[in-house]
T-cell receptor, first 115, second 115 residues
Framework: GDSVTQMEGPVTLSEEAFLTINCTYTATGYPSLFWYVQYPGEGLQLLLKATKADDKGSNKGFEATYRKETTSFHLEKGSVQVSDSAVYFC??????????????FGTGTRLQVTL | GAGVSQSPSNKVTEKGKDVELRCDPI?????LYWYRQSLGQGLEFLIY????????KSGLPSDRFSAERTGGSVSTLTIQRTQQEDSAVYLC?????????????FGPGTRLTVL
């Protein structure tokens, strides 16, 4: 079945450091890929997405490129801020005929950014 | 506009009791999803509605779990004879339609604690 593997956390960085959170996936068909973020005390919200190979999703300085050849969707940001401290979830949605577009999530990576 | 709302925000119950969790999706969204977030299992899909029908119930962990949706809007997740392992945050999400590339909008969740 479909699965998502993302790097274990927590990840602790100093402000203005470069961030990479690795995400790889296994899926049948042609999935759409997402990064969702959960800020402290808040609900899950979409950070960015990519729906086909070589697409780059971007938002709030974060980027991720859909790499079909390596089945990866790594999240990057050039300079993190304290306000980026949150839990980041990689997810895929792989709909085939007759099935739902449910999200399959990775385990989440907690990011802590310090001054 | 209003986002996805869920009630109650917290529910504490005794083992063996039944509980009902409610979800109000974003108006006009035809697809509705239930997920569960727990420490041991991460974020798991439970059930999906398209309109009032549930084409995919594959994530419901046992026959103690059931859900319905009425009027293509409000959904209720019912857990009968609750067990301690049911303790988790139950998340509801909705999307415009069930296409895999569509963003799912999440509610704040209901935290269920079974004593």
């Amino acid at each position: 079945g479909d699965s998502v593997t993302q790097m274990e956390g927590p990840v602790t960085l100093s402000e203005e450091a470069f961030l990479t959170i690795n995400c790889t996936y296994t899926a049948t068909g042609y999935p759409s890929l997402f990064w969702y973020v959960q800020y402290p005390g808040e609900g899950l919200q979409l950070l960015l997405k990519a729906t086909k190979a070589d697409d780059k999703g971007s938002n709030k300085g974060f980027e991720a490129t859909y790499r079909k050849e390596t089945t990866s969707f790594h999240l990057e940001k050039g300079s993190v801020q304290v306000s980026d401290s949150a839990v980041y979830f990689c997810a895929l949605s792989a709909s085939q005929t007759g099935t739902a577009s449910k999200l399959t999530f990775g385990t989440g990576t907690r990011l802590q950014v310090t001054l | 506009g209003a986002g996805v709302s869920q009630s109650p925000s917290n529910k504490v119950t005794e083992k063996g009791k039944d509980v009902e969790l409610r979800c109000d999706p974003i108006s006009g969204h035809t697809a509705l999803y239930w997920y569960r977030q727990s420490l041991g299992q991460g974020l798991e899909f439970l059930i999906y509605f398209q309109g009032n029908s549930a084409p995919d119930k594959s994530g419901l962990p046992s026959d103690r779990f059931s859900a319905e949706r009425t009027g293509g809007s409000v959904s209720t997740l019912t857990i009968q004879r609750t067990q301690q392992e049911d303790s988790a945050v139950y998340l509801c999400a909705s999307s415009w339609d069930p296409q895999p590339y569509n963003e799912q909008f999440f509610g704040p969740g209901t935290r269920l604690t079974v004593l």
